[in-house]
């Protein structure tokens, strides 16, 4: 799949995902075998650029893949003068959100909230694209509720405006996350627009990474929670794609040395303070699997210190590996 200028390594991306797909996971995911890593959603507010937590956003370069970043707002010079920042900083691509169906974007007419407005979305896009000399993706959900699916009319919006490719999440903003994804109205854009489509929702696993694909006929697709704890999830589906097999479950070993090291990460990068609060969700992701009476997690969540951290996590895997004996 290409996406302008820039040809994906494969058909799968890790989604962005506010307070997740910081640089250290999105570097994970690329490594763990992502085609491609969308960063977390950034105000195009300019009032709110200077603050810790959107410069630590802002912090593209050096890093491996294509650099996609997503901005978010409802104010086309002002999503406008945000995508050339972003480019500035070194985004390559810059895709923009109106997916979210969080109530404070929402409340903002942003992110999911924007699909009621399509002449707002047609400013927001045209702007947005004249901006930028990188290509622009758009992100939505296939309407604001069931009964105002209107996926098929934006995406015809977006390929007008010079979307360069589209990724639908199979869930309208009133669903939330509730339920199952459905995946007609994706099939039905795709047959529809000739611009490169990513299915997004639900994808949880090889076998149905491969029925979305081959039901929808996207060229693409984007996961988000099921890399929580999971990123290895990238490598397993493009193996089952690449030869029909499953790979056998990580290795315990290797959990360890992947979940110590991302953690190491989120220390350097934020800081030994914000690192090892922001390491105890990702710490309980990883051990959904491994530590299901939740008592580990109790006690990882009350320590404060970054390194005592990387020592429970080592006692963690002894005392595991020793149990499994």
């Known amino acids: 799949m290409r996406i302008g200028q820039y040809q994906l390594e494969n058909c799968l991306i890790a989604a962005p995902m506010a307070g997740i797909t910081d640089r250290p996971f999105r570097s994970l995911c690329y490594s763990m075998g992502a085609g491609m890593t969308v960063s977390e959603m950034l105000s195009s507010n300019p009032q709110v650029w200077k603050t810790d937590k959107s410069r630590l956003r802002m912090v593209h370069s050096d890093e491996p893949g294509i650099r996609s970043v997503q901005i978010a707002g409802n104010d086309p010079d002002d999503m406008a003068a945000a995508a050339r920042i972003n480019v500035e900083s070194g985004a390559q691509v810059i895709d923009i959100n109106m997916g979210c169906p969080a109530k404070k974007v929402n409340r903002k007419l942003a992110g999911s909230a924007l699909l009621r407005y399509p002449d707002l979305v047609k400013s927001i896009l045209s702007a947005v694209v004249k901006a930028v000399d990188v290509p622009v993706t758009l992100k ?103 030869t029909g097999e499953l790979l056998p479950p990580m290795p315990i070993a290797e959990v360890q040395r992947i979940m110590l090291s991302h953690v190491q990460e989120l220390h350097d990068f934020y800081g030994q303070g914000k690192g090892a609060r922001i390491a105890r969700k990702h710490v309980s992701w990883y051990l959904r699997e491994h530590a299901p009476d939740d008592q580990f997690r109790r006690t990882f969540n009350a320590i404060e210190e970054a390194s005592v951290q990387l020592e429970a996590l080592e006692a963690f895997f002894e005392n595991f590996c020793v149990n499994k004996r």
């Open 140 to 242: 939505i959900r296939t309407g604001w509720s069931p009964e105002e699916r209107n996926c098929i009319e934006i995406a015809k919006l977006a390929e007008d405006c010079g979307i360069q490719a589209l990724t639908i999440h199979g869930r309208t903003r009133t669903c939330l996350f509730n339920g199952e994804a459905e995946y007609d109205s994706i099939r039905t854009v795709k047959q529809t627009v000739a611009i490169p489509i990513i299915a997004n929702g639900d994808i949880t696993d090889p076998l149905k990474a491969r029925a979305v694909l081959d039901y929808t006929g996207a060229d693409a697709l984007m996961i988000g929670r099921a890399a929580q704890g999971r990123p290895w999830i990238f490598r397993e589906i493009q193996h089952y794609l690449d």
